[in-house]
Structures are given as structure tokens and as C-alpha cells.
């Protein structure tokens, strides 16, 4: 994300935390989630004012919240006590280990960063079993939200 976006995201955070809240659910992505997303450790990169984690949380997938910027982080924390949200901006993502999340969701920040710049340090987060990556239109606008979980091992 660029440093100009971020400083305003930064300087605005309570604003664009209640607008993000307020927005129609995502029905689209949360569709995808079911369909795509095993119960276990998630990752919601980009996590905005945190309402998707949230849902994530409370839908069985336990997830944590990751932003760059720091003033929606402590707007994101009073607004959802009780998640863990962290400090973590693509494409390095500092901070989360390799293979350490079962499922990886990137809705909100596609629109900041190339899909080409994403996908392969999404990749690195996501626990390997031949992963595998969807990418579904979300809005009227078709911006992307990404989601990436590993294949299920097949049945034998």
C-alpha cells in the first residue's frame, strides 16, 4: 500500500472503521469462505475495521485480523474485543510464519495491490497440500477478493 493511502487511513481510522462496519455484508465472499475454507487457523489480511474477522470468528474459522495501518488497528481492537488483530502490511507480511494458517482471506486490501504481488506471499501463509487459489468478483466495481486455502488430501 502506498504511504499516502496508509497516512490517511491512519488519520481517519474512526471514519473509515464506521464506514466499513456500516457497508452491506459481503455475501458474495462469505459464500466463498463456506465453500472454500476448512475449519482451522485463518488469516484476514487487509483486515480493514475488522468485521470479517469477526464473522470468521464467529463462524468457526478462528482467524486473526492483519492491517498496516496502525490507527485502524486500535480503532479495529475497541470495535471487536476480544480478536486478535496484528501489525502485518503485504507483500512481506512480518510477523506470520510460513505455513502456519489453514486458510488465507484478502478482500478488502485487492484493491490497494496487484493480485501478481499478493497471490505468492498469500501463498507462503497458507499450509501446503498442492494449494489452491480462487478469485471471485465481489462488487459492482468487480474488484477481487482473494481466497486461498490448501486442498483437502483425497480420499483414498
Not at 40 to 58: F, H, V
Amino acid at each position: 500500500m502506498d504511504q499516502k493511502t496508509l497516512s490517511a487511513y491512519d488519520r481517519d481510522a474512526p471514519a473509515f472503521a464506521k464506514a466499513w462496519e456500516a457497508q452491506p455484508v459481503p455475501s458474495d465472499v462469505r459464500a466463498l469462505v463456506r465453500r472454500f475454507f476448512t475449519a482451522g487457523p485463518t488469516a484476514d489480511i487487509g483486515c480493514s475495521g475488522g468485521r470479517d474477522t469477526a464473522w470468521l470468528n464467529q463462524n468457526g474459522f478462528p482467524a486473526i485480523g492483519c492491517d498496516p495501518s496502525d490507527g485502524l488497528l486500535r480503532k479495529t481492537r475497541r470495535l471487536h474485543p476480544g480478536i486478535q488483530f496484528r501489525k502485518a502490511s503485504l507483500p512481506e507480511l512480518e510477523g506470520l510464519a510460513d505455513n502456519s494458517f489453514v486458510n488465507v482471506l484478502c478482500e478488502t486490501i485487492i484493491m490497494h495491490l496487484a493480485p501478481t504481488v499478493i497471490v505468492p506471499s498469500v501463498r507462503r501463509l497458507a499450509r501446503r497440500r498442492g494449494g489452491r487459489t480462487k478469485q471471485q468478483p465481489t462488487d459492482r466495481q468487480s474488484r477481487t477478493g482473494l481466497c486461498v486455502q490448501p486442498r483437502r488430501p483425497s480420499a483414498t
